[in-house]
C-alpha cells in the first residue's frame, strides 16, 4: 500500500487542479485581476511570518553551506529578508495584474459559407506543473502568472525553500478562498517523489515547465508524456565578419561576455573571419583580457596573439570541447571560421540555439545571417544581453525556450495559451456539411472581423 | 557491433535530415515551388513504375487478407490503381504549390528604443519524423507539405505498403536533385528498429507526428523526449439543450453521427437536457434507428423511450464504458444531464476535447458553451463534422491535433512553423544593454510595421 500511496496523493492534485481549471472557465476574466489584487493584499499582511519561515530555511542552508554541503549564492538567492527583495516580489504581482489579459483574443476569424462563423479564440492551455529551484519567489511570480492566463498551476520548488514557499504558497490559497477563483488554482507539492508521480498524470497535467538546469530539463523530458517547455543550456556566439567594425566589435563582444557571466544570454563563444586576425581581433582580446577574462584559442587566433600572448595567463590553447561547454563564468573559446556560411555552420551544429550575434556592415551578410541561422535569437550588431521578456517588451517573462515547437525565445504570457475554435451557424444558415457540399450552398471562406462571438 | 548498427544508420538519416535543413535555410521561397512541380513532373512520367510496385503490395496485402491476417479495408486503402487515385495524389502537389508559404510572415515588430528594431519572423520548425500507416500516398502528401513550410522529413510508412512508398520516395528525391532543395530533405525508413533507434535522435529531429491510432500516439510519447503532434481517438459529443429545435436536433444529431462513422469528428455521445426527453428525444431516437443505429441510453433516455423501444432492438442500455467509447460505428451513446453545467463536465470528463456541438436556441448557453468547454472545437448548432482543416479554409490540412500546445484543431501549414526573433542595431543606434540601462537611450517599445527587415 506504502508504494500507491504518492501515486494516488499526486492524482488527487492533479484532478483537483483540472477542476479547479475547469470551474474557473465560467469566471470573469477580470475576477483573475480581483484574485491577483488580494494575494498582494494577504501577502503584504503576513509578511513578518513568511519572513519567519524564511529565516529558518536560510539557518538550515547556512548550517549546510558551512559544511559545504550547499553553494553560498544558492543560500543568497534563498534569502527574501534582503532590503526591498519582499516588497519586490509583491510588486511582481501587481506588475502581472496591470498586463493585458492573453486570453480572448480573436486570431483568425472566417464565415466559412453563408451564415456560418468560424473563430479561433486565444484560451488558456490547462493545468501548467512548474518544477524550480531555490528561489522561493517564484511561487508568488508563477502563481501570479498561471493566474492572469487562466491556468491552474501545481508548483514544486527546491527542498531548501520548503518553509517559504510552503507558507507562501497557503497565503495564496487562502487569498484565492476568498475569491472566485477555486483556491486550488495553485498547488505545492514538496517532494521529489510526488514529482515522479505527477509526471504520469497526462490526463490531468497539460504542460510541464522546469525552470533550472540542463539536467533538470533533460531528466523531466525523459520521464513524462506530458510536453515540456523549459530551457536547457545556453550556448550563445559572437561572430565578427570581414566588414566589423573596432569599436562596435569591442562593444558587443564586451557587454556579451562580461555584462552578467552567469546568465544564459551570455556569449561562451567568439567566432572570427580570418581578415579580422590581423585588424580587431588583437583590440577585441585586449578588451576581454582587461576584464580578466581568459581566452580559450585555436590555433589560428592564438597565433595572432603572439604579440600579447607572451604577456598574458589568460590567453590559452582551447580543446574541441570547449566550443560546446557553457562557462557561465569568465572564459570565452574562440575560433576562426573562414566565411559568414562556416561561422553559421559552426553555430547551428555547435550552440544551443538560443541567440547569436554577428558584427557586420553587409546588408548582404545580416541577410545571410537571419536566414541561415537555426537560433530563436539572430542578433545584428547587438549585445547578445538583449534577449529578455522584458527587454522585449513581452511585459514579463515566463522563460526563456530552447524548444522549437509552441513558444521559441523569450516567452511572455502568450506563451501559457493555447486557442479553440468556435463554429456556429448564425441565422440558421446552415448546420449541416450536406447544406454546403450537397444543397445549394458553398464555402465562401472570406475574412470577417476578428470580434469575439461571445 | 550489431546492436550499434540501426542506431548509426538512425544517426546518420537524422544528421543528414538536418544539414538538408541547414543548407536549405538559404535557398529562396519560390524554389520550394520549383521543387513541387519537379515532383509533380517526375511522379507523372513514372506512374507506370509506381503502379507496379504498388500492384506487388497489393498482391502480397491480398493474400494476407485471404489469410485474414490483414482488414480489406486496408487492403483497399494500399491500392493506388483506382480511377482517378494517382492524379488526385498528384493534384495535391500542386495544390500545396498553390497556397502561400506560411514561412517568412512578421508576426511582431516593435522599436525596443531608438535605432534599436525586433522582428518575430515565421520559420520552418526543422527536421520532422512523420510516423503513418497503410495508405501509401500519404509519402506524397507530407514531402509537399513538409517542402512549402521549408521543413526536411523523415518518413515511415506501413510496412504493407513498402514498395510503393519506396519508389514514391525514391522518384521524389531523384526530383529533388535536380533542383535547389537537396536530395536528402526528404528520406524514407522501412523498419520498426529504425524508428525507435530515430526517436532518441532528439538533437537533430524537432518534431515527431504520428499519425494513426490511439495506441500508436501513446507508445511514441512514451519512448522520446522530441515533441509529439499526433491526434489520438475522437470521442465527440451534442448537447440537446432546454431550447433546442426539433428540425435542427435531428440534423445536426444524425450528420454528426452517420455521415462518415469512422472519423474522428463523428458523434459518439448525445447529451439532453431533462426537457427533451418527452418532447424532441423519442423524434431524435427514431431518426437515428431510421438509420440503424444503436442507441446505449442511461436509464432516463431509455424509459423516454419507452412506447418506441418494445419495437426496436436497436435500443439499449448503456455501461459506463460507453461513454469513454470512440464506436466508430453504428453505435451512439446517450446520457440525460440536469443542466449545461453538468453537460460540459460530462464532456471535460469523458470526452477527448476533440469537438463538441450544442443544439440550443439560448444566447447564454452559447457563451457559457463556449467559455466552459475544453474542446478543440466547440460548435453551436452545426455538425461535428465540420472539424477539417479544408472546410475550416487553412488550404490543407497537416492532421487535427488533440494536443493543447503549439497546435490544437485542425493544423494548417502554419502548424509546421514556428519563428525566430531578429534584433538589429539600425544607424548604430545602439548595440548594448547598457546604452539603454546606464546611458542616455531608454526603452521604448513602440510598435512598428511588420514588414520582413531581409
Redesign the interface.
Known amino acids: 500500500m506504502a508504494s500507491s500511496s504518492p501515486t494516488s496523493t499526486a492524482e488527487t492534485i492533479a484532478i483537483a487542479a483540472r477542476r479547479a481549471?475547469?470551474e474557473s472557465?465560467?469566471v470573469e476574466e477580470k475576477e483573475r485581476d480581483v484574485a491577483l489584487t488580494a494575494i498582494q493584499e494577504v501577502l503584504t499582511r503576513h509578511k513578518d511570518e513568511v519572513l519567519t519561515a524564511n529565516k529558518k530555511d536560510m539557518e538550515a542552508a547556512q548550517a549546510l553551506a558551512e559544511e559545504r554541503k550547499l553553494s553560498s549564492s544558492l543560500v543568497s538567492r534563498l534569502d527574501l529578508s534582503r532590503p526591498g527583495k519582499y516588497e519586490a516580489m509583491i510588486r511582481g504581482v501587481s506588475d502581472v495584474a496591470a498586463l493585458p489579459a492573453p486570453t480572448g483574443i480573436v486570431t483568425f476569424a472566417?464565415e466559412?459559407g453563408p451564415g456560418?462563423e468560424?473563430h479561433r479564440?486565444t484560451c488558456p492551455?490547462?493545468v501548467l506543473l512548474v518544477i524550480f529551484e531555490a528561489r522561493p519567489e517564484v511561487v508568488v511570480n508563477i502563481a501570479a502568472l498561471a493566474i492572469k492566463s487562466g491556468n491552474a498551476a501545481i508548483l514544486k520548488g527546491g527542498k531548501e525553500s520548503l518553509n517559504t514557499s510552503t507558507i507562501l504558497s497557503s497565503l495564496i490559497s487562502t487569498a484565492l478562498s476568498k475569491t472566485s477563483i477555486p483556491s486550488t488554482f495553485v498547488q505545492s507539492v514538496s517532494t521529489r517523489s510526488e514529482i515522479s508521480s505527477l509526471l504520469a498524470q497526462?490526463k490531468y497535467i497539460?504542460?510541464v515547465m522546469p525552470r533550472g538546469g540542463n539536467a533538470l530539463v533533460?531528466s523531466i523530458?525523459?520521464s513524462t508524456?506530458i510536453?515540456?517547455?523549459g530551457h536547457a543550456d545556453g550556448i550563445c556566439a559572437v561572430y565578427l565578419d570581414e566588414t566589423a567594425v573596432e569599436e562596435?566589435a569591442i562593444?558587443?563582444v564586451v557587454?556579451s561576455k562580461i555584462?552578467y557571466m552567469a546568465a544564459c544570454n551570455s556569449a561562451e563563444t567568439l567566432l572570427l573571419h580570418p581578415s579580422t586576425l590581423s585588424t580587431i581581433w588583437p583590440k577585441v582580446a585586449l578588451a576581454l583580457i582587461s576584464h580578466s577574462i581568459t581566452l580559450k584559442c585555436d590555433p589560428q587566433s592564438l597565433s595572432a596573439l603572439s604579440s600579447i600572448s607572451s604577456s598574458s595567463t589568460l590567453i590559452k590553447p582551447s580543446i574541441p570541447e570547449d566550443y560546446t561547454t557553457e562557462f557561465l563564468g569568465p572564459t570565452i573559446a574562440i575560433a576562426v571560421v573562414p566565411s559568414i556560411?562556416a561561422a553559421?555552420?559552426h553555430i547551428?551544429q555547435h550552440s544551443s540555439h538560443h541567440t547569436d550575434s554577428i558584427v557586420t556592415e553587409s546588408f548582404e551578410n545580416?541577410?545571410?545571417w537571419?536566414?541561415?541561422?537555426?537560433?530563436?535569437?539572430?542578433?545584428?550588431?547587438?549585445?547578445t544581453?538583449?534577449?529578455d521578456g522584458t527587454?522585449?517588451?513581452l511585459g514579463t517573462e515566463v522563460g526563456i525556450s530552447t524548444?522549437?515547437?509552441?513558444a521559441?525565445?523569450?516567452v511572455g504570457l502568450d506563451g501559457l495559451v493555447?486557442?479553440?475554435?468556435?463554429?456556429?451557424?448564425v441565422n440558421?444558415g446552415?448546420?449541416?456539411?450536406?447544406d454546403?457540399e450537397k444543397g445549394s450552398k458553398g464555402?465562401t471562406?472570406i475574412d470577417i472581423p476578428k470580434v469575439i462571438?461571445?
Chains 1, 2 share one sequence.
Open positions: 481549471f475547469e472557465q465560467l472566417k466559412l456560418l468560424l479564440v492551455i490547462g497526462d497539460d504542460l533533460s523530458k525523459n508524456r510536453p515540456v517547455m562596435k562593444r558587443v557587454e555584462d556560411h553559421i555552420q547551428n545580416m541577410s545571410i537571419c536566414k541561415g541561422l537555426d537560433s530563436a535569437n539572430c542578433f545584428i550588431n547587438v549585445s544581453r538583449f534577449a527587454r522585449y517588451g524548444g522549437k515547437t509552441h521559441r525565445g523569450p493555447i486557442y479553440k475554435y468556435i463554429l456556429r451557424s440558421d446552415g448546420n449541416i456539411i450536406a454546403f464555402y471562406h462571438p461571445f
